[in-house]
């Protein structure tokens, strides 16, 4: 977690409305919001999330497409990017800090008759909306790189020669990392997925195996 403001002092959550520092959740790892379920033509929708009431910033993936109740009603801000790798996200979760930090301070939840929801002061509102201005020229500049699961542009028979069947955890990891850096990942297209790719390129050289083994039996 990073809880560090633009004046190096650290960035502290609330338990309360109108907070005036946020924590700053990070992402950790360059495919933690990378997820395509199988069958499916894209990834799943990426956003960045206020919650002014915990006053945490942090970035995630929509696991269902579905709105939460929460953010439906206001009580929690998002912010719709694309996948990304890790640096890239947590530096726009610094810049827009200090513009989240307006609208969670003129963040406040009030019954409606029906349900808690969120309202925002006329600077909150302001403040949001140079966010969303933030976000949409990097969407539409293509700034944000594309991003694919190695399974999705490789064939596993083609890494055969590269990936026997008697490969190690170890070594396997170490020739993902390898590939990663060195093949994958050209800074237009951010490949993820890999370990995993490779780990199903194992399994089908030992299927291969297997099968040679059973016709030498017969």
């Not at 790798?85 to 610094?94: F, G, H, K, S, Y």
């Not at 700034?143 to 596993?156: C, G, I, L, Y």
Request: charged residues 30%; contains cysteine.
């Amino acid at each position: 977690m990073s809880k560090v403001d633009k004046s190096g002092e650290p960035r502290r959550g609330s338990d309360c409305g109108g907070v005036t520092m946020l924590e700053i959740i990070k992402v950790k790892d360059d495919d933690e919001l990378f997820c395509q379920y199988p069958g499916q033509y894209r990834p799943q929708p990426v956003f960045i999330q206020l919650d002014p009431l915990e006053g945490t910033l942090h970035a995630d993936y929509s696991a269902d497409n579905m709105t939460p109740f929460s953010v439906w009603h206001g009580l929690k801000r998002r912010y719709h990017i694309r996948p990304a790798p890790a640096e890239m996200v947590n530096e726009l979760m610094e810049q827009i800090a200090p513009l989240a930090e307006r609208v969670a301070a003129g963040w406040d939840s009030e019954w409606d008759g029906s349900n808690n929801v969120g309202t925002l002061t006329e600077d909150a509102v302001e403040a949001e909306e140079e966010i969303e201005v933030i976000i949409n020229g990097m969407l539409e500049s293509g700034e944000f790189p594309q991003v694919v699961d190695a399974s999705a542009v490789e064939s596993r028979s083609e890494w055969l020669d590269i990936i026997p069947a008697d490969m190690t955890d170890e070594e396997l990891e170490a020739e993902a990392a390898v590939a990663e850096k060195d093949y994958f990942n050209d800074g237009d297209t951010i490949v993820v997925g890999v370990l995993s790719f490779f780990d199903d390129v194992r399994e089908l050289a030992r299927e291969l195996a297997e099968d040679e083994e059973d016709e030498g039996a017969i």
